[in-house]
């Protein structure tokens, strides 16, 4: 029986209604991603259409979903939001602070020994508020939460950006940050610009060597790391239909790395097939009487230039094997030859030192099946690995049942590491180098969703390429970055040459899934006698302090850096060994900025401090004019703020005395942390203005306390020689995240409000 499944028969009894509503509102056929959208509106009944792109509304989520190391913050704020128990289904999910190093049992133990602190205090919380827990090891949040719950037709935020992997069962599931989660646990609206929609129509049918990964890499050179910003991108098409529930998965995963709010596919045989072997039969045979509501209006799919902002079309039959990487998602290659010119012409490491499979975004039943058909081939084939091979499952339930089925055995005897059911490598948490800044240059195939420099081990010199799981196992095989499963031969033990073949496996596992001990501990019914203690002097945890409201008169703020080119929420705030310090805000602000690159002597974390005119690192310098007394500025380039959904990446700049960040563009969800958190998010009218930002500027923001919605603001710019700019910026900030920014948070403001 499914989790909550009183709370989804509510939905599914309001959806038909609220859909018919907002057809004839709209007067047109609906995309499915309309219809969850309003049959999920604050309000209710629907009253009026929505412009894409442009109206900001109020919607009410299903649930919420937290992963440990953003959980910290998330519940830290809502325990000052006076609530006793959080007002929807709520879930803590302890996968980011398990490094891997040793192997799965080692490894898991170690973070007991070394996080207990954290996981206590999120046990407790989660016990104390009614909200559902997974203990380390129980398995990626993702991945749980596919398993678990998430149902066609549902809508659900996270704090944590590839949230969105639930739109593999047909939801609109979406990445925010803490401070949007604690709205939502507080039982009040959630606010959302209404997206623009991407239609993706999947024609042909996918086979061989290609996966459901290389749509979504084939997306995202497509589109780019920010095409998809603003929008839902739904896929549709009898090559959707085909493809199984896991592998939709996949897709939607990594939407978050074109900046998509989400993705989506519509409700079909595949899903039902999904929900029945998770042991809920009972959203199945709810959802299947009201499918048509849980897909897209017929002509919507038939005639999609008439209903999407932007249509793309990819056929399957046509799509080979791609790698994406090095450095960014975006960036694809198709196997062979064409890697081999790219890599020569760009000095990329041939040499693959490892492949690595697991992460939220393949690390299911299937994929580590169809994994496992390549290891066994060279197992037959008098093969081994040229390279090193480390394997995640992605949940205690695919791992047990994995190793039932013999899978786990296969990687194993081709002397694979078995990492923790844990994100790890995918998200910093991997033990590599003794000495990551000055590890040599290398290259590594993963089956992850991000390959930013420094983002699996911190080294800068690491060269990260993203593929199938079963592309990478090929790769690990052959230990070459150039090597084309298609058309290449390999040399075995005895010297003879072999090919492998296609991959195989299975989309569900063909005994069931079973699992022991899943890892979930339910809340107690009454929370109201658990005790949650902070020790004072802890270095993990730190209760927080309201932020003071910035005011309508900031004048003689500091340039504190202006980064140049790509710059991440990995840039900002930092993952990896910095994952310790997640709840302790005073601690983890010692990591801000320290990866942007300083856009006037191209270094990292170092910039001039304008009150000594010495050089140091970005959190000292801050934390200098914030001592004297004196706010300071961020400018940025384009997509800003790029990447994972950690509010922390606003906090921390926030906690520090930043008062304005200003930059040519932002990606979505940093834009809405840093309203959350009270400060000034802007961007240039004139992209080029940001050419005339000198390292010794002062800002005095000359019409600030005239700020209101659709106005731009004006900033004087006065340079070290007496002469000024006045330029000025643009925001999107509506009238209710103007009353965040006065009241000096959105935290403020709801305590403010549940106190009347």
């Not at 407790?124 to 991945?143: D, E, T």
């Not at 925010?176 to 610009?193: I, N, P, R, S, Y």
């Not at 890892?519 to 005790?531: K, N, Q, R």
Request: aromatic share 8%; glycine share 10%; with cysteine.
């Amino acid at each position: 029986m499914a989790f909550d499944i009183d709370m989804i028969k509510e939905v599914y009894a309001n959806i038909a209604k609220r859909v018919d509503a907002a057809r004839d509102i709209v007067g047109k056929p609906l995309t499915l991603s309309e219809k969850i959208l309003y049959s999920h509106l604050w309000d209710g009944m629907p009253n009026k259409a929505f412009t894409r792109g442009k109206d900001y509304v109020d919607f009410a989520p299903d649930r919420v979903a937290c992963q440990d190391a953003t959980a910290q913050m998330a519940l830290l704020q809502f325990m000052q939001a006076g609530k006793d128990k959080v007002a929807v289904p709520t879930t803590v999910h302890c996968d980011h602070l398990i490094q891997a190093k040793l192997g799965a049992t080692q490894d898991l133990q170690h973070a007991i020994n070394t996080s207990n602190e954290v996981f206590n205090f999120l046990e407790s919380v989660s016990n104390k508020y009614g909200i559902g827990f997974w203990k380390p090891g129980a398995g990626i949040i993702h991945q749980v939460v596919l398993e678990n719950y998430a149902f066609p037709g549902g809508m659900m935020i996270g704090t944590d950006s590839h949230t969105v992997n639930a739109g593999g069962l047909g939801m609109v599931a979406i990445g925010v940050g803490g401070a949007d989660a604690v709205d939502v646990m507080a039982g009040m609206a959630w606010e959302l610009k209404f997206p623009k929609l991407i239609g993706v129509r999947l024609t042909g049918k996918l086979s061989g060597w290609t996966a459901p990964k290389d749509v979504i890499l084939k997306v995202a050179e497509i589109l780019t790391v920010k095409g998809g910003t603003g929008a839902i991108v739904e896929y549709f098409g009898p090559g959707a239909t085909a493809m199984s529930c896991t592998g939709k998965g996949t897709i939607c995963n990594m939407g978050a790395e074109i900046g998509a709010t989400t993705s989506t596919f519509g409700y079909d045989e595949s899903m039902e097939r999904y929900l029945r072997a998770t042991d809920r039969e009972d959203v199945a045979e709810e959802a299947n009487k009201i499918k048509e509501y849980l897909t897209a209006d017929a002509d919507v799919y038939a005639n999609p230039e008439h209903y999407f902002d932007q249509v793309i079309d990819i056929n399957l039959s046509e799509l080979g094997p791609l790698l994406n990487g090095p450095f960014t998602p975006d960036l694809s290659t198709t196997v062979g030859s064409e890697m081999t010119k790219k890599a020569k012409a760009n000095d990329w490491p041939i040499k693959v030192e490892w492949g690595l499979i697991g992460s939220c975004t393949n690390s299911s039943y299937e994929d580590l099946s169809r994994a496992s058909s390549i290891a066994q081939q060279a197992l037959d084939k008098g093969l081994k690995t040229k390279a090193e091979f480390g394997i995640n499952p992605g949940s205690e339930q695919v791992r047990y049942t994995a190793e039932r089925d013999g899978i786990l055995q296969v990687f194993e005897k081709l002397d694979a590491k078995i990492f923790t059911n844990a994100c790890g490598p995918c998200i910093g948490q991997w033990a590599r180098y003794e000495d990551p800044k000055n590890a040599p240059k290398n290259s590594i195939v993963h089956s992850f969703n991000r390959n930013f420099a420094k983002r699996a081990d911190g080294n800068p010199n690491t060269h990260a390429f993203v593929a199938s799981p079963e592309l990478t196992a090929a790769i690990a095989i052959a230990g070459r970055l150039d090597f084309n499963p298609l058309t290449d031969k390999l040399i075995n033990e005895k010297g003879e040459e072999v090919m492998l073949d296609e991959p195989t496996g299975w989309e569900l596992p063909p005994k069931g899934f079973e699992v022991k001990d899943n890892g979930y501990l339910a809340p107690m019914a009454d929370g109201s006698g658990v005790e949650v203690k902070v020790a004072t002097d802890s270095e993990r945890l730190q209760l927080l302090t309201p932020f003071e409201p910035i005011g309508d008169s900031v004048t003689g703020a500091k340039l504190l850096i202006k980064a140049f080119g790509k710059c991440t929420t990995d840039h900002i705030s930092m993952a990896g060994p910095w994952l310790r310090f997640r709840g302790h805000l005073d601690n983890i602000a010692n990591n801000t900025l320290i990866g942007a690159v300083n856009a006037f002597n191209k270094k990292t974390n170092f910039v001039k401090n304008q009150l000594t005119g010495e050089y140091g690192g970005v959190p000292d310098t801050a934390r200098a004019y914030k001592a004297a007394g004196i706010k300071s500025v961020v400018v940025g380039d384009h997509n800003y703020g790029e990447g994972s959904s950690r509010e922390h990446a606003a906090m921390q700049p926030r906690h520090l005395g930043v008062a304005a960040v200003i930059v040519k563009s932002f990606a979505r969800i940093h834009e809405t942390n840093l309203k959350k958190q009270g400060m000034l998010g802007l961007t240039f009218a004139n992209e080029s203005d940001y050419d005339l930002i000198q390292e010794d500027d002062t800002f005095n923001f000359l019409d600030l306390n005239e700020f209101a919605p659709e106005k731009q603001l004006t900033i004087e710019v006065v340079h070290t020689d007496g002469s000024k700019d006045v330029i000025k910026v643009n925001h999107t900030y509506n009238q209710s995240q103007i009353d965040w920014y006065n009241e000096g948070s959105a935290l403020n403001l709801i305590k403010k409000e549940n106190a009347a």
